[in-house]
C-alpha cells in the first residue's frame, strides 16, 4: 500500500510539474525584461550591487540594455556549462516611491539562457535577495498579484511603446502619482514607452510598514514584466539590523496558473 501511496504521489507531482511547464513553457529564453527595485527608503549607494547571472548549457553572446543615467548596451559572452556575472551600476535601481522611470532593463541572447538578478545592498541595513526573471515568450497582459504585509512594492516593465497599463489597486496603504491620490479600490493608468518602469510603492519606511498590495490586478494592452516584493523586512529581535531582508520576485501571469497543487510539509524543527 505505501508503495502504491508514493507511486501515486509522484504521479502528481510530475502532472503538477506538466501543467506548470505547459503554461510556463520554461524559465529560459532568449530575451528578458526586468528592472532593479529600491531595497531601502535611502537613495542608492555606492555600496549597492545589482548583477546579473547567466546560465546556459550552451555557448552564445547576450546583449544587455540599461540606464544608469544614460542608457547604456554591453555584451556578456555566455560560457557554455557555467554561470556568467554581470555587475550593474547603483544609478541602474530604482529609487523607492510611486512613480515612472526609464530604468528598464533588457536582455536578448543568441541562445536559450536561464537568467537571474541579484539585489545586494549593505549601508546600516544588510539586505540582499535574488529572483528568476522570466522569459519574454511567457509574459501576458494580465495579471493577479501576491505581495508581502509591509514594506510592499509593485513593479510593472514595459517591453514596447504605447503600453497601456491599469492597475485596480487591492491595497492598505495610499500612493500618490502626479500629485493624485490613490487607494483600495482606485484605478491606477498610466502609459508606458519602451524602456519604462512603473513603480507603487511608499518613500517612508515608518509610513509602509503595513502596506500590502495582494489581490491587486494589473491589465495591459501589450505584454508587460510584473515584479512585487518589498523595499526590506525588518523580524522581530533583539538587532533587527541584522535581520532586514530585500524581497522581490517576477509575477508569473495569469495563464500560468492551474488547478492542481503541491503542498510541501514543513516541519515543526
Do not use: W
Not at 4 to 27: G, R
Not at 98 to 126: F, Q
Not at 178 to 205: A, E, H, P
Amino acid at each position: 500500500m505505501a508503495f502504491l501511496m508514493n507511486i501515486l504521489k509522484l504521479v502528481c507531482i510530475l502532472y503538477s510539474c506538466n501543467q506548470l511547464c505547459e503554461a510556463l513553457k520554461d524559465t529560459k529564453g532568449s530575451a528578458f525584461s526586468l528592472a532593479f527595485f529600491p531595497e531601502f527608503t535611502d537613495a542608492p549607494t555606492n555600496d549597492l550591487r545589482n548583477i546579473l547571472y547567466f546560465s546556459s548549457p550552451l555557448g552564445g553572446a547576450c546583449t544587455v540594455n540599461y540606464n544608469d543615467g544614460t542608457r547604456r548596451q554591453t555584451s556578456v559572452n555566455i560560457v557554455a556549462n557555467d554561470v556568467v556575472k554581470l555587475a550593474l551600476s547603483d544609478a541602474t535601481q530604482l529609487p523607492a516611491g510611486t512613480r515612472i522611470e526609464p530604468k528598464a532593463i533588457y536582455v536578448n541572447c543568441t541562445a536559450a539562457i536561464a537568467l537571474y538578478g541579484h539585489n545586494k545592498y549593505r549601508s546600516g541595513v544588510d539586505t540582499s535577495d535574488t529572483f528568476t526573471v522570466l522569459p519574454d515568450d511567457t509574459l501576458s497582459t494580465d495579471y493577479f498579484v501576491a505581495s508581502v504585509q509591509k514594506t510592499a512594492n509593485l513593479g510593472v516593465v514595459a517591453t514596447q511603446d504605447n503600453t497601456d497599463v491599469s492597475v485596480a489597486l487591492n491595497a492598505t496603504c495610499q500612493y500618490v502619482l502626479n500629485s493624485v491620490r490613490y487607494t483600495d479600490g482606485d484605478t491606477v493608468n498610466v502609459t508606458l514607452g519602451y524602456g519604462d518602469v512603473f513603480q507603487i510603492g511608499l518613500v517612508s519606511s515608518v509610513s509602509s510598514d503595513k502596506c500590502d498590495l495582494g489581490g491587486t490586478r494589473i491589465h495591459s494592452n501589450h505584454q508587460v514584466a510584473v515584479f512585487s516584493g518589498a523595499l526590506f523586512l525588518e523580524s522581530p529581535s533583539i538587532n533587527a539590523y541584522l535581520s532586514a531582508q530585500h524581497l522581490v520576485s517576477q509575477v508569473p501571469p495569469e495563464s500560468a496558473f492551474t488547478k492542481t497543487q503541491i503542498i510541501p510539509k514543513v516541519g515543526d524543527k
